[in-house]
């Protein structure tokens, strides 16, 4: 039994000594710790979870974003996405391709562009007219979906309620009232 754990042991540190790790030049990817591009720093591609990226500089490719914001103070040249955080855009700033934003905030400052289309889902917008879009609106307010989980929520309330209701009346039909004293 040993010497086969041992084998097992060996080809395994064999497959992990001949393993290469991933690497791409320029990309950021974050897990827990934010991004941070600087002024007249460049990144390519930008992936964050649970963390924050702020592009003070310029990102070449995506940014994305799971459980965190997204600042972009110039440009990002390809598109932005976050899910379950916000976006904000300071003025002047540029997105090339699409902005994409689920279940959080997009604040977008004066005279951004945005390339192509723009899509908020269950979230909200903030951005004065002078935000130029290229391609589609698509906004999805939050209460468009709240309203439906609400009335399925007060319906499953309803639904317990009367079965603990007629559980409680079975109950007390099998049960002698008032119960007898007990005999000494």
Known sequence: MSRRLFTCLLVAGAFAL?????????????????????????????????????????????IVVFFGNVHIASHANHDVVSFFGNVRADDNATISHDLVNFFGMIRLGHNVSV?????????????????????????????????????????FYFLVSVVRNYRYRQMMANYPFPPPPPHL
Not at 28 to 57: K, L, M, R, W, Y
Not at 126 to 146: I, T
């Open 18 to 62: 001949a393993a290469l790790p991933a690497h791409a030049d320029r990309d950021a990817v974050q897990f827990f710790s934010d991004i941070n591009v600087p002024p007249g720093a460049t990144v390519h591609d930008a992936v964050c979870f649970f963390c924050s990226v702020n592009v003070e500089g310029t990102a070449d490719n995506d």
């Open 115 to 155: 390339g192509n289309d723009m899509v908020a889902m269950f979230s909200g917008v903030s951005a004065p007219g002078s935000v130029s879009v290229g391609g589609d609106r698509v906004f999805q307010p939050g209460w468009v979906l709240l309203i439906p989980l609400c009335i399925l929520g007060c319906l």
